[in-house]
């Protein structure tokens, strides 16, 4: 490790697959900007991996030698960074804090890691003045962990809300624009290289839940514990209920969301309907998008793409180049690296309008009654609508005002204990 600013900095990579390998052909292709950037060339010296006889997408640079051994990387006194795109978390994380004891900077795109067990990392990397650096690791090439943390650090966050996962996009896109079914597009989404190693993490949720976790550190600078928030993902959402919304005038989004709500936060993970016209129902395919409301900004609207090899590698570069100039660390954003735990709305609080989908019986007073249950909890209908007889039932479709998940859930089950429903209910969010 050299203290010389104009020495190559040199990189142990521990990971060539999708990203990895997207790493190594931006290092190719831009490896003359980024010496006119910085100063410095980028070194490859080591390139961790499991199987080192496995086709890589991208030659690995001159010089470089691929290593089964992480040692090789967290204890070399040459190397002054290590790049860890492996995924997993405990692998990564004995990797991070063996690299961090050995003095190494770090740049990761491992939010998984970093969202439920980040805090010890972070802890050792402000003790030994080391960045730990993680752009990658929420929305792909989206620069919204450094837009957080430097260029609207002097906002104070209302809200936060989000595509934050690649892979559900893609599915839901494809279903309601293609009609293709949910297992095709997934297939496709893997081949493309935007699903985790691990594709339930996309499709239940979590993955969007652990970016959302990170992007709630950057904006208010607490802990929102990753077992707490509430988390729905796409799993089993139905194209009747796409084309339900698409009549009136919504298309169902996975949406990472967070506001404040009299000082305490209201945060989670679900499929939402998004009104047509807004910006965020208009994210097509594997793109990401944030929008995020501060207090002297307004509102900012960030979309790109949100996973994939070059754009990933695009937010690991800025990283990396961060490391080459020599800037002084700012990994969490606030002062405090280990941050206090949030106040939290509990979830049963949050109030939102919601999209209902039950399946009843075609017969008098079925309407009436549960018009009646929904009424018993103070919840009113906007709109309604019923159609022809499915396998199940009939689909009775409405949309209702603003009422809290408490009081859904009360009259839902109500509706049920009445023998009204022939399936359980569907609802869904509406963004408001
Ligand atoms: P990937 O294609 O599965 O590649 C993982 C790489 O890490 C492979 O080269 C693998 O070696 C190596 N590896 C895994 N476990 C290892 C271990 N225990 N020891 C040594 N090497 C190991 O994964 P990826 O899609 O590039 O994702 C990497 C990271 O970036 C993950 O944290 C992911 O969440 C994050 N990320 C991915 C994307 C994306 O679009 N793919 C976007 C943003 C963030 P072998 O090749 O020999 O198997
Ligand atoms: N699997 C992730 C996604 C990769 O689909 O968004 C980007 O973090």
Known sequence: MTNDSTAPLVVGLAGCGTVGSGLLRVL????????????????????????????????????????????????DPETDVVVELMGGIDAPRILIDRALEHGKHIVTANKALL????????????????????????AGGIPIVQTLKESLAGNRI????????????????????NGLDFETALAQAQEQGFAEADPTLDI???????????????????????????IQGIRGLSELDINFAREFGYRIKLLGQVNEVDGRLEAGVFPTLVRHTFLLARVGGAYNAVRVEGNAVGSLFLHGRGAGDLPTASAVMGDLLAVARGARPNNTGFVRQVPERARI????????????????????????????????????????????????????????????????????????????????????????
């Open 28 to 75: 190719a292709e831009n490896g003359d900007l980024i010496r006119e950037r910085t100063g410095r060339d980028i070194r490859i010296k080591s390139v961790l991996v499991r199987n080192p006889s496995r086709v890589r997408a991208a030659p690995l640079p001159e010089g470089a030698r691929l290593v089964t051994d992480a040692a090789l990387l967290t204890d």
């Open 204 to 230: 239940d949720g979590h993955d969007a839940a652990h970016k959302l976790v990170l992007l709630i550190r950057l904006a208010y600078g607490v802990e929102y514990p990753y077992a707490e928030l509430p």
């Open 345 to 432: 709305l509990p979830p049963e609080e949050a109030r939102s309008c919601y999209y209902v989908r039950v399946m009843v019986r075609d017969a008098p007073g079925v309407l009436r009654d549960l018009a009646g249950a929904m009424a018993a909890e103070g919840i009113s209908l906007a709109q309604i609508i019923q159609k022809p007889e499915e396998r199940c039932g009939v689909p009775l479709v409405f949309m209702t005002h603003e009422a809290s998940a408490r009081a859904m859930d009360a009259a839902l089950r109500q509706a049920a204990d009445a023998g009204l429903l022939r399936t359980p209910a569907v609802y869904y969010r509406i963004l408001g």
């Open 158 to 177: 209302r809200s936060l809300v989000g595509i934050l996962n690649g892979t559900s996009n893609y599915i839901l896109s494809e279903m309601t624009s």
């Open 115 to 138: 969202a439920e067990d980040g805090a010890g990392l972070f802890r050792k990397a402000a003790e030994k003045g080391l960045a730990l650096l993680y752009e990658a690791s929420v």
